[in-house]
């Protein structure tokens, strides 16, 4: 069974940019949740999705949203990137959103 | 949101029981307790959880305190391999049956050969 695939694993952008993120969640899974990973403030809960609709959200600035699709893929977008969103992007999958959660191993933004 | 508290840092050797304390006093009646680790290069991966009782599974046992506030993850036998961040979380339940994992800053434990 494969896991959580998330992509790109890196990427670099410069500030004022956008990027969007993708996570392709275990088959079958259908609550997706997102977290943000730095050194300064550790993991931290982004939003979670679940049959295409967010059901919850952390305290980030709007610039950060995201969405889920039909097949429950993902995808989070960041707008108008600033140096502060260098990070580690973490994509979890659930099958009901209550249970066990099962990360990628992230995709790393560095912004210039 | 319930906050939980863990050593910074924590260190044993291979073979030897590690017992990884953690602190939640603002614990609510609905909040689970979940154990998940961070190897290096690696997302979190799960562990344990539980709600009042102690538990056990082939990974780890977790000690929940009567009071639930606090609880101690067990490792019985560690291994090098067991060398990583250990995170104590409490899965808050909010609005709409949905859940998120409020993260603590993680005990790095590091096992001596």
């Known amino acids: 069974k494969a896991g959580v695939t998330q992509t790109p694993r890196y990427l670099i952008k410069t500030r004022g940019q956008q990027v969007t993120l993708s996570c392709s969640p275990i088959?079958?899974?259908?609550?997706v949740s997102w977290y943000q990973q730095t050194p300064g403030q550790g993991l931290q809960f982004l939003f979670e999705?679940?049959?295409?609709?967010?059901?919850n959200k952390g305290n980030f600035p709007g610039r950060f949203s995201g969405r889920q699709f039909s097949n429950s893929r993902s995808e989070m977008n960041v707008s108008t990137l600033e140096l502060g969103d260098s990070a580690l992007y973490l994509c979890?999958?659930?099958?009901?959103?209550?249970?066990?959660?099962?990360f990628g191993e992230g995709s790393r933004l560095t912004v210039l | 949101d319930a906050k939980t508290t863990q050593p910074n840092s924590m260190e044993s050797n291979e073979e030897e029981p590690v017992h990884l304390p953690c602190n939640h006093s603002t614990i609510s009646g609905t909040d689970y307790i979940h154990w998940y680790r961070q190897l290096p290069s690696q997302g979190p991966e799960y562990v344990i959880h539980g709600l009042t009782s102690n538990v056990n599974n082939r990974m780890a046992s977790l000690a929940i305190a009567e009071d639930r506030k606090s609880s101690t993850l067990i490792l019985h036998r560690a291994t090098l391999r067991d060398a990583a961040v250990y995170y104590c979380?409490?899965?808050?339940?909010?609005?709409?049956?949905?859940?998120?994992?409020?993260f603590g800053q993680g005990t790095r434990l590091t096992i001596n050969p």
């Open positions: 979890a999958s659930s099958a009901s959103g209550t249970g066990e959660l099962f």
């Open positions: 999705y679940f049959s295409e609709t967010q059901r």
């Open positions: 979380i409490l899965k808050t339940r909010a609005i709409q049956g949905a859940q998120k994992l409020v």
């Open positions: 088959s079958g899974h259908r609550s």
